[in-house]
Antibody, heavy 119, light 110 residues
């Protein structure tokens, strides 16, 4: 059974960069035909797709966040990461990693990690 | 990329059936079979309930079903149970190879 776990900074100051990592266990992040995504949910609001990393290494980002987002992979550690720069209060949210994206549904999710932007 | 349109809330009594709609465009819902539905209980991660319009993952009760007509997808829950009370989100692949979610629907079981 695939499991995913987010980790990283839970409190970020305005203008700083958020760094989160998603550790994958029970399966290889290098498996073909899968994508690995980041999704966020502001408190009391809906889901917003941030971007995904395709198994071949290509990345695709939400146009509204594209200028600030980087998703990368560390295959040796079976994990992938999210960097989101120039954080503001509007970026306060629960951040989820998930397997899925492109034409694949989000079948597996991490438990989510709350990130608060505050000075 | 605009969010898909879902009703903010729906409600039903135990045993009844309800349907949640998800309206997009020909560039997303109407153009592809890659529509999914997710159930989210408070404080929990979303759970995949339906994928590719009408397919159920293993373990999801057959009370949950999905369909699509034109630019609108629908999730139907029959034989409503108290445990079905949750938020439901649709999502779709788009022509820009992105993913778009609906705004979410709160289901209340009366």
């Amino acid at each position: 059974q695939l499991q995913m776990q987010e980790s990283g900074s839970g409190l970020v100051k305005p203008s700083q960069t958020l760094s989160l990592t998603c550790a994958v266990s029970g399966g290889s992040i290098s498996s073909t035909a899968y994508s690995w995504s980041w999704i966020r949910q502001p408190p009391g609001k809906g889901l917003e797709w941030i971007g995904y990393l395709y198994y071949g290494g290509s990345t695709y980002y939400n146009p509204s966040l594209k200028s600030r987002v980087t998703i990368s992979v560390d295959r040796s550690k079976n994990q992938f990461s999210l960097n989101l720069s120039s954080m503001t209060a509007a970026d306060t949210a629960v951040y989820y990693c998930a397997r899925g994206g492109v034409t694949k549904p989000f079948e597996y999710w991490g438990q989510g990690t709350l990130v608060t932007v505050s000075s | 990329q605009s969010a898909l349109t879902q009703p903010a809330s729906v409600s039903g009594s135990p045993g009844q059936s309800i349907t949640i709609s998800c309206t997009g465009t020909s560039s997303d819902v109407g153009g592809y079979k890659y529509v999914s539905w997710y159930q989210q209980h408070p404080g929990k991660a979303p759970k995949l309930m339906i994928y590719e319009v009408s397919n159920r993952p293993s373990g999801v009760p057959d009370r949950f079903s999905g369909s699509k007509s034109g630019n609108t997808a629908s999730l139907t829950i029959s034989g409503l149970q108290a445990e079905d009370e949750a938020d439901y989100y649709c999502s779709s692949y788009t022509s820009s190879i992105f993913v778009v979610f609906g705004g979410g629907t709160k289901l209340t079981v009366l």
